[in-house]
């Protein structure tokens, strides 16, 4: 599937809403909590074992960015977009299939495993594109799109709320929101995949970066650059540090005021974890954008460096006022959601856009890493101290002081960032020419 070139006039406004179409889906990935309680109850299942499909669909994201990401940029952005719809879809409908029967490894390997693979090929599928048709915007570009990835939940968790409680929260009842969920995010996608288009300066990737503006740096020369592996740290820290709360956000804050003279209800826990959605969403287009005005390297010490200090003011003061912690927790939350917008912009900046997509699906690997380290922090030492007796805020105490500790390696990370060796950029097909011609005009 050759990538469909805009037609003269075509306004390049209608891209994101493309990339949208297709974030908006795969983020219900974010809203699979609602799911856990009642797959726990019709099948038996702890809450360990509730949570593989959603694990295993990460790690698939990561791992399937970053072996598709070549495919992704050699094939174009259509072709992405519909394999993340049928992935994404037809991981759905096995979920289905396997709630219906009963089956829950059917759900395992339908949501996590093959739906997982069209969460890495859509996250990716438009970033290289938009990227292209916004150089002058590409923070706020990618931020948009990816914006959709971190909003995706706000719709999708209470339609999914919604529907079990219409159709039964047992095991049909599960299998027939599994179905509609497959069916409507195939033709919400559908709309990104008819769309989507490549700007018409655009040639194939074949012709190599003759056509692109500065330096360019292929993806296999990328991933050998201190560059890389720098970003790399950087994304998986302050990932870790976000979805350190994230995963854990009602019981946390419910822990944490269970012995104030007004502990937290069950509904107010939820509205706070909708509220911190709505921070990971904005976040995405509002620091993004802020990226584009005072540069890649600035953003993220922001990110790493204040993120560190919200951490610490909540271990110290969290307890003693909800409005502190709350705003505290939005403002990690509104960097978790920057960190993943802002990051295509930094490779590009970096590396440029010849192979930036593919570039991009490498470095989410570090999103793999996050997803079990984070969770696994926070939980592990919450249940060792609860094991010791310990309750409230001391259950998390211990793991914020090591979130500070790992956006500190962010920070210093984030400061060994240098602009990349020339030896790595491939170089324009006239300046190859005029090596040659020199080659052979040179006495012997």
């Known amino acids: ?6 037609p003269p006039g075509w ?31 019709a099948l038996g299942l702890s809450g360990t074992q509730s949570a593989l499909p959603f694990q295993l669909g990460i790690v698939m994201l990561g791992l399937s960015a970053a072996f598709g990401g070549t495919l992704v940029e050699r094939n174009g952005p259509r072709w992405a977009m519909t394999v993340a719809l049928i992935c994404f879809s037809s991981g759905f409908l096995l979920a289905s299939l396997g709630a219906a029967t009963e089956q ?13 693979i069209g969460l ?17 915007r590409p923070g706020m570009a990618t931020g948009i799109a990816i914006m959709g990835f971190g909003g995706g939940a706000l719709i999708a968790s209470p339609w999914s709320a919604q529907m079990l409680e219409s159709f039964g929260s047992d095991s049909s009842g599960i299998a027939l929101a599994f179905l509609v969920h497959g069916l409507s995010y195939a033709v919400f996608m559908l709309l990104g995949v008819l769309l989507v288009r490549v700007p018409r300066s655009e040639k194939p990737v074949e012709s190599g970066p003759s056509v692109l503006e500065g330096p360019q740096v292929s993806a296999r020369n990328a991933i050998r650059t201190p560059q890389f592996w720098c970003l790399w740290v950087i994304l998986c820290m302050n990932v870790s540090a976000g979805i350190g709360i994230l995963e854990k956000a009602a019981p946390m804050i419910t ?13 107010a826990a939820a509205g706070f974890v909708a509220l911190l959605s709505a921070a990971n969403m904005a976040g995405r287009i509002i620091w993004s954008s802020t990226s584009d ?45 920057g960190g993943f917008a802002t990051i295509p912009a ?30 696994l922090i926070v939980n592990w030492i919450a249940d060792r101290q609860e094991e010791a007796g310990k309750d409230g805020a001391d259950l998390y105490g211990m793991s914020f002081f090591i979130m500070i500790g790992l956006l500190v390696v962010g920070f210093v990370a984030n ?22 011609q020199r080659q052979h005009s040179e006495p012997a």
């Open 11 to 41: 306004s390049r406004w209608l891209v994101p809403p493309a990339a949208l179409s297709v974030h908006l889906s795969i983020g219900q990935a974010y809203a699979w909590s609602v799911f856990k309680p009642p797959l726990e109850s």
């Open 255 to 267: 822990d944490f005021f269970a012995n104030s003279s007004t502990p937290v209800t069950v509904t």
């Open 346 to 375: 930094y490779l590009k900046d970096l590396f440029g856009t010849y192979q930036v997509g593919a570039i991009h699906g490498r470095l989410l690997t570090a999103w793999s890493t996050a997803g079990v380290l984070g969770p």
């Open 104 to 116: 829950y490894w059917l759900i395992v390997f339908g949501y996590g495993f093959v739906g997982g």
């Open 120 to 136: 890495g090929i859509g996250y990716i599928s438009p970033v290289s594109t938009l990227i292209k048709w916004f150089p002058d």
């Open 293 to 337: 005005l005072i540069g890649r390297k600035n953003i993220y010490r922001v990110y790493l460096g204040v993120g560190a200090l919200m951490y610490l003011m909540i271990a110290q003061f969290g307890d003693s006022s909800k409005p502190l912690f709350i705003v505290c927790a939005l403002v990690i939350l509104s960097f978790y959601g």
């Open 1 to 6: 599937m050759s990538p469909p070139v805009a």
């Open 415 to 436: 400061e060994l960032v240098r602009p990349v060796n020339p030896r790595f950029h491939i170089p324009a097909p006239k300046e190859a020419a005029d090596v040659v």
